[in-house]
Nanobody
């Protein structure tokens, strides 16, 4: 089992920045991928970014490339999402998630943190 607790959301004006954090506990993440997803009101949850815990390879949705950066801290067992140049369309509840690298879907989810970007 992996427990995830995400935080760092808030209210920011367009063009601003926020950094989301996700604290993981429960088991080693060596064979896991960690990701960030978001869900805006009335929309389906969508993929934002992913990082492989072991090798650090990263992947991004086209909508956030060049603006968002995902990273992890081994010592703190934590995941981060640095969000720059935020726009109103980035407004959503953001969730961190974890999955085994051999499984197709994410099994563990944080509780979500609200990000609101005003125009």
């Amino acid at each position: 089992q992996v427990q995830l607790e995400d935080s760092g959301g808030g209210f920011v004006q367009a063009g601003g920045s926020l950094r989301l954090s996700c604290a993981a506990s429960g088991r080693s993440l060596s064979y896991y991928a960690m990701g960030w997803f978001r869900q805006a009101p009335g929309k389906e949850r969508e993929f934002v970014a992913r990082i492989n815990w072991s090798d650090g390879n990263t992947y991004y949705a086209d909508s956030v490339k060049g603006r968002f950066s995902i990273s992890r801290d081994y010592a703190k067992n934590s995941l981060y999402l640095q969000m720059n140049s935020l726009a109103p369309e980035d407004t959503a509840v953001y969730y961190c998630a974890a999955k085994s690298t051999v499984r197709p879907s994410y099994d563990y989810w944080g509780q979500g943190t609200q990000v609101t970007v005003s125009s």
